[in-house]
């Protein structure tokens, strides 16, 4: 089996500015950001890239 990445985590202060250097800087195609709301109010916020 060849060894391969599948998720990478970053930390990021601005969602939307995230989204367009994803899209416009490195060219990666997304449907944009998918949110989650958890238990206590904590929030999960993502970035789907489409290979």
């Known amino acids: 089996m060849k060894p391969q990445i599948t ?18 800087g490195l060219g990666l195609t997304t449907e944009g950001i998918v949110g989650k709301e958890f238990e206590h109010g904590a929030l999960s916020f993502s970035i789907y890239i489409q290979a």
């Open 7 to 24: 998720v990478i985590t970053l930390g990021v202060d601005d969602l939307e500015k995230s989204l367009e250097f994803f899209r416009y």
